[in-house]
């Protein structure tokens, strides 16, 4: 149904009552339909519940179609979502697994980790067994909002229901870790993913990273990223950028001049106040030749370097 014939469908569906003509199921389903692509979920809902009163069962295709439709509204408030949720069950719709993932991804993105939680509580109660996918987004809504007590009692949970973790879910629990300063617990979690053959990938080693050199231990990192070439891991932008503002923060201007190139050589681009503070660090030291290469072969790649880095070489 186009959008706007959806005008005309009030004044037929009066018509239609005044004239005594029962709309057939496949009517309402059409409509509810073309309701969801445009985004008036409310209208669908109640078109749902004319349908119910009409004397038709309740399809379950329909409203897990208005479900999906719900969790992809943007302007949705958490609150109203729960609301509509509810009301579906209400009118005795069963939910399947695709729809409580539908509602818990929503719930998640909107910051709400503890009402994912909860519905993944109720989830159970329906007699539904929740994947691994289920449990990690639940995992990554709890620990943005910083609940890592739970957290640890939900991974412990999926363990004991004999779910197995893959790397997305050891990631959202290194990155826990992480936010907790645990950097041993982290780097034991990746070491227990390689024994259990789950392969850790660039996400995995960025978030140790960026821990690391947020914490000033360089060392470390440099050592991560050694092991990380080791093992295969191709490091990405998000991984030269971290590099280098833990390299510039240690004032190790020689060796982030160094990685610089080699992120330029792969059309990697910084960030132009790190490329700024590394043309400063090394015309300091005395390198204004090196800082003069450096600036040509940005330009060269990319853009024009910032007026700091354009300003040190004279200074």
């Given at each position: 149904?186009?959008?706007e014939c959806?005008?005309m469908?009030p004044q037929v569906l009066?018509k ?7 709309m057939e199921e ?16 409310d ?9 119910i009163?009409?004397?038709?069962s309740?399809d379950?295709?329909?409203c897990s179609l208005?479900?999906s439709?719900?969790c992809e ?11 509509i949720?509810?009301?579906?069950r ?5 939910l ?6 539908n509602?818990?991804k929503?719930?998640?993105k909107?910051?709400k980790?503890m009402?994912a939680f909860n519905?993944?509580n109720?989830?159970?109660?329906d007699?539904?067994?929740p994947?691994i996918?289920?449990y990690?987004?639940?995992?990554s809504g709890?620990?943005?909002e910083?609940?890592y007590?739970k ?9 004991v229901?004999?779910?197995v973790?893959?790397v997305y879910?050891y ?9 907790q300063?645990k950097?041993?617990a982290?780097?034991e979690?990746v070491t227990y993913?390689?024994e259990?053959?789950?392969k850790?990938?660039?996400?995995t ?7 690391l ?8 990192a440099?050592?991560?990223v ?5 093992r295969?891991?191709?490091?990405n932008?998000?991984?030269?950028r ?7 923060g240690k004032?190790e201007?020689i060796?982030?001049?160094a990685?610089?190139e080699?992120?330029l050589?792969?059309c ?7 490329f ?10 005395g390198l204004?030749?090196?800082?003069h ?7 060269a790649?990319?853009s024009s370097p910032?007026?700091?880095?354009c300003?040190a070489?004279?200074l």
């Amino acid at each position: 149904m186009k959008r706007e014939c959806l005008k005309m469908a009030p004044q037929v569906l009066l018509k239609s009552l005044h004239m005594n003509i029962r709309m057939e199921e496949s009517t309402f389903r059409i409509l509810i339909k073309a309701l969801c692509r445009i985004k008036r979920i409310d209208s669908a809902i109640q078109i749902q519940k004319y349908m119910i009163d009409d004397g038709y069962s309740l399809d379950g295709k329909t409203c897990s179609l208005i479900m999906s439709s719900l969790c992809e509204q943007s302007k949705l408030t958490s609150v109203e979502a729960i609301s509509i949720w509810e009301e579906m069950r209400k009118l005795g719709f069963c939910l399947g697994i695709i729809d409580y993932s539908n509602m818990i991804k929503f719930l998640v993105k909107a910051g709400k980790g503890m009402d994912a939680f909860n519905i993944l509580n109720q989830m159970k109660l329906d007699q539904i067994k929740p994947d691994i996918v289920c449990y990690t987004m639940v995992l990554s809504g709890i620990i943005a909002e910083g609940n890592y007590r739970k957290a640890d009692e939900l991974f412990d949970e999926l363990l004991v229901l004999g779910l197995v973790p893959d790397v997305y879910t050891y990631n959202v629990c290194i990155n826990g870790l992480c936010k907790q300063n645990k950097m041993e617990a982290a780097v034991e979690m990746v070491t227990y993913m390689e024994e259990l053959d789950c392969k850790p990938n660039v996400v995995t080693c960025n978030t140790l990273l960026g821990a690391l050199c947020k914490s000033g231990e360089v060392n470390k990192a440099r050592d991560l990223v050694r092991k990380m070439r080791m093992r295969g891991v191709e490091l990405n932008l998000h991984t030269y950028r971290i590099m280098l503002d833990g390299l510039v923060g240690k004032a190790e201007f020689i060796e982030a001049c160094a990685l610089l190139e080699e992120m330029l050589d792969k059309c990697f681009y910084p960030q132009s106040s790190t490329f700024d503070n590394i043309i400063s660090g090394i015309c300091q030291k005395g390198l204004v030749d090196k800082a003069h290469e450096l600036k040509k072969k940005m330009v060269a790649k990319y853009s024009s370097p910032g007026a700091t880095a354009c300003a040190a070489p004279l200074l």
